[in-house]
C-alpha cells in the first residue's frame, strides 16, 4: 500500500492561525485548540514516526499552501464556526471578548490583506510512502 499524508508545520509558519492563538492568549484564553494541529511539524520527526510504523521509501515535503477569506474578521469567523477544538478555543470568549480578538487579529494580519481580502499562508509536511 501507499501513504499520502499531510501535516501542518509549526504554527510560527501559518502566520495567521498564530495571529489568533497570540490574540487568545493576551485575552487570557488557552490557546491550545488553535495551537494542538501546528504541534507536530518537525519534518524529520515525522519521518522517523512514519517509518517506525513499518513503511520505507519515506520522503517528507514541505509545501506552503494559501487560501484566502474576505478580510482577517471572516478568517476568525470560519475559524469559530470550523472544527472543535478552535470552535471551543473560540466559544470560551464572551462577545465584547470575541469582537477585540477579531480587532487584534485585524490589526495583525494587515500585511496579509490586498484587493483580494486576506491571504492564509499554512505550511504543512507532506508525506509519501509505502509498505
Request: charged share 20%; aromatic share 6%; proline share 5%.
Amino acid at each position: 500500500g501507499r501513504l499520502t499524508l499531510t501535516v501542518y508545520c509549526q504554527i510560527n509558519l501559518c502566520p495567521a492561525h498564530a495571529a489568533v492563538a497570540k490574540a487568545l492568549e493576551s485575552h487570557d484564553v488557552n490557546p491550545a485548540g488553535i495551537q494542538n494541529p501546528y504541534s507536530f511539524g518537525d519534518p524529520v520527526a515525522l519521518g522517523d514516526v512514519i517509518q517506525q510504523a513499518g513503511f520505507r521509501d519515506v520522503s517528507v515535503i514541505r509545501k506552503p499552501m494559501e487560501s484566502r477569506f474576505a478580510s482577517p474578521v471572516s478568517f476568525v469567523e470560519a475559524l469559530a464556526a470550523g472544527g472543535p477544538s478552535a470552535r471551543h478555543a473560540l466559544e470560551q470568549l464572551d462577545e465584547a471578548g470575541l469582537k477585540d480578538v477579531m480587532a487584534e487579529v485585524d490589526r495583525t494580519l494587515a500585511e496579509f490583506v490586498d484587493a483580494d481580502g486576506l491571504r492564509v499562508l499554512t505550511t504543512a509536511n507532506m508525506v509519501l510512502a509505502r509498505n
